[in-house]
């Protein structure tokens, strides 16, 4: 194992670190112990997270190229759990979730990044695994119609679909740019460091106050259609 943390009663921090090449987990968690990952990369381990019974904080993670599952949790308490994997990426693993447990939820919000893995997400014995992207459009009802479509009513659904899902497509690609190009997980800070780091004073003017306020202090997910297509297109121009 790379690391393993058993039965602490005061919240365990790792963070800014790397795990490569375990035999077994590259981090292991268990008997109501309590975690918090941060920043941390773990690659070519037989499993990424392995825990069980642990009160779970994980964020700005990247779990790759695993013979195994990338994050597996058993939660067999009374009491709900829920753990964010906000600004993580799995890839290249056998299966990227493996959740068991009632009263366990693991959400993957868009900040999330999961490609390349052999497997599918496994919730087990009533555990949900919600995903905030990708919806299944099979489950959502539509209503009949009788007549054809014109074109003034498929140029309206296009319209939708752009300024709906077009800001997650692209709040997506935005994310996957950024950490191809800098190498870095997109993280809660990452809006307000490429505005000091990366952008210019001319870069700011050009987008406005009010988007550099937003760039700076919100959430991707919060972003629109103009600030999202100004950093790809423009500046820092991640798209050429």
Same mark, same amino acid.
């Given at each position: 194992?790379?690391?393993?943390?058993? $039965?602490?009663?005061?919240?365990?921090?790792?963070?800014?670190?790397?795990?490569?090449?375990?035999?077994?987990?590259?981090?292991?968690?268990?008997?109501?112990?309590?975690?918090?990952?941060?920043?941390?990369?773990?690659?070519?381990?037989?499993?990424?997270?392995?825990?069980?019974?642990?009160?779970?904080?994980?964020?700005?993670?990247?779990?790759?190229?695993?013979?195994?599952?990338?994050?597996?949790?058993?939660?067999?308490?009374?009491?709900?759990?829920?753990?964010?994997?906000?600004?993580?990426?799995?890839?290249?693993?056998?299966?990227?979730?493996?959740?068991?447990?009632?009263?366990?939820?693991?959400?993957?919000?868009?900040?999330?990044?999961?490609?390349?893995?052999?497997?599918?997400?496994? =919730?087990?014995?009533?555990?949900?695994?919600?995903?905030?992207?990708?919806?299944?459009?099979?489950?959502?009802?539509?209503? =009949?119609?009788?007549? =054809?479509?014109?074109?003034?009513?498929?140029?309206?659904?296009?319209?939708?679909?752009?300024?709906? #899902?077009?800001?997650?497509?692209?709040?997506?690609?935005?994310? $996957?740019?950024?950490?191809?190009?800098?190498?870095?997980?997109?993280?809660?800070?990452?809006?307000?460091?490429?505005?000091?780091?990366?952008?210019?004073?001319?870069?700011?003017?050009?987008?406005?106050?009010?988007?550099?306020?937003?760039?700076?202090?919100?959430?991707?997910?919060?972003?629109?259609?103009?600030?999202?297509?100004? #950093?790809?297109?423009?500046? =820092?121009?991640?798209?050429?």
């Amino acid at each position: 194992h790379g690391i393993v943390i058993n $039965r602490c009663i005061e919240e365990i921090t790792v963070k800014n670190s790397t795990i490569e090449e375990c035999e077994k987990n590259g981090l292991g968690c268990n008997d109501g112990a309590k975690a918090d990952f941060q920043n941390l990369t773990i690659s070519a381990c037989q499993s990424g997270i392995h825990a069980i019974g642990t009160l779970l904080k994980i964020s700005d993670t990247t779990i790759k190229s695993c013979q195994g599952t990338a994050l597996s949790v058993s939660w067999s308490n009374f009491v709900e759990q829920k753990i964010q994997l906000e600004g993580c990426t799995i890839e290249k693993c056998w299966k990227p979730i493996v959740a068991e447990g009632m009263y366990l939820q693991i959400v993957v919000p868009s900040s999330c990044i999961i490609e390349g893995c052999s497997g599918k997400n496994e =919730p087990k014995a009533g555990a949900k695994i919600d995903w905030k992207v990708d919806p299944n459009i099979h489950s959502i009802p539509v209503a =009949p119609r009788t007549e =054809p479509f014109t074109r003034k009513d498929n140029f309206n659904r296009f319209l939708k679909l752009l300024l709906g #899902l077009g800001t997650e497509v692209l709040a997506k690609v935005l994310r $996957r740019a950024h950490k191809k190009s800098t190498g870095r997980n997109w993280g809660r800070g990452t809006g307000r460091y490429i505005s000091n780091n990366i952008l210019d004073d001319r870069d700011r003017n050009r987008l406005g106050k009010s988007n550099v306020e937003r760039l700076e202090d919100e959430d991707i997910e919060s972003w629109d259609i103009t600030l999202l297509t100004a #950093l790809l297109a423009n500046s =820092p121009g991640y798209i050429d």
